[in-house]
Each structure stands twice: as structure tokens, then as C-alpha cells.
């Protein structure tokens, strides 16, 4: 199982940003995939999680109006929106995966994680 994330991204205050996390080796409908972030010298914060079988969303109350995640079965990739930018939102994104078991939120114990996407809100 590869959980393979896209680049750095650079965005001022007030953008937008998409992030992917292309997945391979298994059934991409199989896995629940949740979006976590660890802001500088700060713990790992849950933003959600998605059900690529249905495309069902559950946000955390935090990012709710300003985050959508999707998903693409035809490239077995998950995405994360996240607009309104602030200097706040500046963290490494992770996605990840319990598998077929949804993570209990806040665990943290995830068996498959993406390498991580660097996000940096400057003007």
C-alpha cells in the first residue's frame, strides 16, 4: 500500500490550496483515508476523513466551512480544498489510513501514511 502526496505548496493569505494523495496497492473504494496536519512545533490535528466508496465526508467542526475533500476512483486519489488561507494554516498535511477500519479520531495510529505535503501561508 503507497500513500504518494504532491509537492510544497506556497499560497498568501486569503487562497486557496489542493492537495492530492494518489494511492496504490489496494481496492481505492477498501480504505477509509483521513487528511491530518502538524503545524510547527504544535501535535497532529485531525481535519476529517473520507469514504472513497461513496465519496461520504466527515470535517472536523474546526475546518467545516472551508474544507472539501474529494475523491477520484478513476486515478485512486483523495484530495484535500482548503481556501480562506491564513498564515495559521502553515503545516505539513498528511494523509492517511487505518485501512478498512476507520481511525478512531485522534489516535493517530494510522497503518499507511502519505509522506507528508509541506504548506506555507506567507505573504
Known amino acids: 500500500v503507497q500513500l504518494v502526496q504532491s509537492g510544497a505548496v506556497l499560497r498568501n493569505p486569503g487562497a486557496s490550496l489542493k492537495v492530492s494523495c494518489k494511492t496504490s496497492?489496494?481496492?481505492?473504494?477498501?480504505?477509509?483515508i483521513d487528511w491530518v496536519r502538524q503545524a510547527p512545533g504544535q501535535g497532529i490535528e485531525w481535519m476529517g476523513r473520507?469514504?472513497?466508496?461513496?465519496?461520504?465526508?466527515d470535517y472536523a467542526q474546526k475546518f467545516r466551512d472551508r474544507v472539501t475533500f474529494t475523491a477520484d476512483r478513476s486515478t485512486s486519489t483523495v484530495y484535500v480544498s482548503l481556501n480562506s488561507l491564513r498564515s495559521e494554516d502553515t503545516a505539513v498535511y498528511y494523509c492517511?489510513?487505518?485501512?478498512?477500519?476507520?481511525?478512531?479520531?485522534?489516535?493517530?495510529?494510522?497503518?499507511?501514511w502519505g509522506q507528508g505535503t509541506q504548506v506555507t501561508v506567507s505573504s
Open positions: 492517511a489510513s487505518n485501512g478498512a477500519t476507520a481511525a478512531r479520531v485522534g489516535d493517530y495510529e494510522y497503518t499507511y
Open positions: 496497492g489496494y481496492s481505492f473504494a477498501s480504505y477509509y
Open positions: 473520507i469514504d472513497p466508496a461513496n465519496g461520504e465526508t
